[in-house]
């Protein structure tokens, strides 16, 4: 006969041979939290510091920091529960949301100063909107004298704004003239002024003859000069084709003739350049991605790759004031633009270039455009492609 005996201890088991898996996931799940949350917060609060690239003044930058910090400091001070938590995170969004509202209804151009700083008499500085076919769109208009000439810029792109550029690299044609920049429809200030989908060559056509009267009604002059740059000059061909009475003249930069016969000849002085300069892998690539026109997804990217070989080459050889400039840092950086803004300005680029520029396909000036009835004036660098 076998006796089985049952025996149980009282006595706690060695620290050594416990199961710590659970407390250490715990710990660990915590931290993990922790880095989380610290991460949100600081992504919450980054439209806080981003305020030093917009027109908003420093104090209220500060004051708004001052309250994010605050907002911190109460948390590690509090039992962090879930109530503080969410409480922190909420105040955060609220101060972010008036630093995003600032940046925006506070952003402005800059004056136009004498030496001493203070406002030259008689200058105009205005960033407003103004209705254009029934859509509310965004103009600079800066001059040293309102009684000067106007002359409209009509920037490159589709999708490409410019007023900070012709601000800061054109700034003496302030001098001369009443200088109207516009940001055009789905472009910067103006993205949401039309859908995307909706825009047109002709719709740019018929929404800068609305500005155009605006501008002459405005400052009552009969006529305006016109300067338009690379897609800017294609809009400008049509509207003095269209409305030759309104304009003293037209001055184009990187004049667009036919845009897919440029595209290609841009295309091969890409690779006979390159084949100059030894870079063989630079060479292939372009090879292997084929020359435009371009189509469908990722269309704008090639067609940068194809530009960007020719911009290399510009800072190469050009010299003057601008050279090596940055359109899209300077942009990004400008007083004119709010936080907002300065998003919808990089959406800018890529949603209206690939929604408008196939549309140009079958552009070709030499027959479309064969004769203007106001003066012209080309400008072209020793070394522009």
């Not at 209705?131 to 040293?144: F, K, M, V």
């Not at 295309?267 to 991605?289: C, I, K, P, S, W």
Request: hydrophobic share 45%; net charge negative.
């Amino acid at each position: 006969m076998t006796t089985r005996s049952t025996f149980q201890s009282t006595q706690p088991l060695p620290s050594a041979m416990r199961t710590p898996t659970g407390g250490r996931l715990r710990r660990v799940g915590v931290a993990v939290l922790a880095v989380v949350g610290l991460l949100a917060a600081l992504i919450l609060a980054l439209p806080v510091p981003l305020l030093m690239a917009t027109s908003v003044p420093i104090w209220i930058t500060l004051v708004l920091a001052a309250a994010d910090i605050g907002i911190v400091i109460a948390v590690l001070r509090l039992e962090r529960t879930s109530v503080v938590i969410v409480a922190a995170f909420a105040g955060i969004m609220i101060v972010s949301g008036v630093a995003i509202w600032l940046s925006q209804v506070m952003a402005s151009t800059p004056l136009i100063t004498r030496a001493d700083g203070t406002p030259v008499p008689g200058s105009i500085t205005e960033l407003r909107t103004v209705d254009l076919n029934g859509s509310e769109q965004w103009i600079t208009i800066r001059g040293y004298n309102t009684d000067n000439p106007v002359l409209l810029f009509l920037a490159g792109g589709p999708g490409g704004s410019e007023l900070v550029m012709t601000r800061r690299y054109l700034g003496d044609l302030e001098k001369h003239f009443v200088v109207v920049n516009w940001d055009q429809p789905g472009t910067g200030k103006s993205y949401n002024a039309v859908a995307i989908d909706s825009l047109t060559p002709q719709r740019y056509v018929d929404d800068a003859y609305a500005l155009t009267e605006y501008l002459r009604d405005r400052f009552d002059q009969q006529r305006i000069f016109l300067l338009g740059e690379s897609w800017g000059s294609i809009v400008g061909v049509w509207l003095v084709q269209q409305h030759p009475e309104l304009y003293h003249a037209f001055i184009s930069s990187g004049q667009m003739v036919t845009t897919t016969e440029n595209d290609v000849l841009g295309y091969e002085f890409d690779l006979d350049y390159l084949a100059q300069q030894g870079q063989t892998e630079a060479a292939e690539r372009l090879r292997v991605m084929g020359p435009p026109p371009y189509s469908g997804g990722g269309m704008m990217w090639r067609y940068m790759d194809v530009v960007g070989v020719q911009n290399v080459y510009m800072d190469a050889n050009a010299h003057g004031e601008g050279v090596g400039h940055n359109l899209m840092f300077d942009s990004l950086l400008a007083p004119e633009y709010g936080l907002v803004d300065k998003v919808n300005w990089l959406r800018g680029l890529v949603d209206v270039f690939t929604h408008v520029y196939p549309q140009l396909a079958d552009l070709d000036f030499r027959t479309q455009a064969a004769e203007l009835s106001v003066p012209v004036y080309f400008i072209k660098g020793r070394w522009d492609v």
